[in-house]
DNA sequence: GTGAAAGCGCTAACAT
DNA sequence: ATGTTAGCGCTTTCAC
């Protein structure tokens, strides 16, 4: 392995001189500049970035807390961090948690141990308190989740906004009778989204039964499976709220199978706008998110609070519109 | 910051001591051991990963290259690759390199600098030549993807055979006129895959169309770009033959669209079995790739390959097998 | 403009 | 069983 030191001693110069260049610095002469880099080719020459970091106090690195990678729309907030990483120099380290706290808890480590000098949360398990001790070892940032209590900058999508349209929408279509999926928290995202839908029903003077509000619905088998409670139902809903596209597409797809018309004997609403929106029959009605943007968005605060490490902890609400993208399955 | 010094001060022991609690070593007394815990413990110290490395000369990372995350087939490929990882206390650094050559290249810097101590690509782009001086800096694995110069191991799957059935199910079910999506590369897995695709035709006494070949396509709009080249064309083909489930439900949507029915009209058969298949309709007849297991295989070799720096530099082949999903829609 | 040297936090010989 | 110490590769004062 190559060292600065073999460049050192290849050009006669000192480590500093060396150092210098690899940073460029200035002072120093344009033709010992041009040696260094000469030799640093000849040697084929790459400074080690373990020693780096533990010089530098920071590693150039930030990770990302995701759920899962299969699903399009974390790859898709993941796809705007980097695109502003990038430009910065920054890497990413992407961490799948399986919306496991344990799994969070020990990626929250890496704050700990100084292999990334932030993190970002796409979405959260813990409560906020387990949290907490971490928001002095580097920016932590929420993109997408929030929690009332926590005390860093938190970049989200109006949720509760993004449900009520999408809610409204299906009254006005003439649905009374509709069903709710969601995420299983009782905060963040997943409370704003059923206050949403609460309260396009109020407005109209629906009162939610509880025996439509399915919470812990996250996939495709997951909204198969709602379909098929649906179906076992006496008095079945004659519309479907959804959290996800894909869990839209699932429960279309199951009612399908069990010669139901979307939207004519069930109409269902998906959350996200993905590919799957447009490519399933009937093309689902769903509410558009800006998941690139909000990606880009946090990261480039998470920038600004890397070079500015005084108000890394200050509670600051960022917040994108969202809106209802209106097709065939309402 | 809290380090080693603070904890060797704090219990009366020496650095090395707690060095050695830190790792496990042996020759620790029970009664020291748990003091030094302790004080771990009441001081939240952590180790410094960027000292550890640069101590240790190895991180504990593995990087891996991608094309594009928000392909299923390759996130499920993580999966697998995660898994095994886990277990062996290694952490991914999971690459995107959006099919660019150019950021292939700069990934494998990562190397240079000592960032991780071995990488897999699951696509490639450069050729080998480009590669190969890597090869010196840590354990390179091809997965997925192989290439005939390559000197390092290559976990591939049987691409010719997958799409030498998938082809000769075509022709089985009466199709003569079959298209064929691929990627971009003539060699490897795009190469095998034309080559079983070109077998199964001319073994049934089928020429192969050069105007019903399509090269470069890759997602879902890729897809649809493809069916209203075939939609514009005098003579079509009954048949299409592509390269993913995205690609295949591209065309079949578009089919769909333009008042086609799959298969009556035009059969389409897709590669990968991703989630999609089961959505859209009709069901669709694809080529089931193991991609957790090629995954998880990788993962054990890239261990094996930490552990024995001798024969990283070995060629190597494993190949797992494929087989053909029959549904609707041929 | 350039160099000498200290030290980031850790581990592993080697000594006791 | 425990401690002393050198050094991993780099950057950054502080001299000159």
Redesign the interface.
Known sequence: MTTIADVAKYTGLSRATVSRVINNYPHVSEQKRELVRQAMMEL?Y??????Q??RNQK?GIVAVLVPR??N?FF??I??GL?VIAEKNNL????C?TKASKQKELSFL?LL????VDGLIFTAIENEWSKIEPYVDCGPIILCNEYQDDATVPMIKLDQYNGSYMGTKHLIERGYKKIAFCGGGSESGLSLDRKKGFLAALSEAGIKGEDKWMFPFVYN?GDGKKVMKEILAMDDRPTAVFTSSD?VA??II?EA?DNNLTVPEDIAVIGFDDQ??A????PEMTTIYQPSEEIGRVTMEVMIELLNNKAQSKMKMIYELPINLVIRKST
Chains 1, 2 share one sequence.
């Open positions: 084929g790459y400074p080690n970035s373990a020693a970091s533990l590693t990678l299969t399009p790859t898709s993941i796809e980097e890497q990413l380290l992407i799948q480590k700990k141990t100084k292999q495709i894909e597409a699932g797809k399908k590919a799957i447009q490519i399933i029959e």
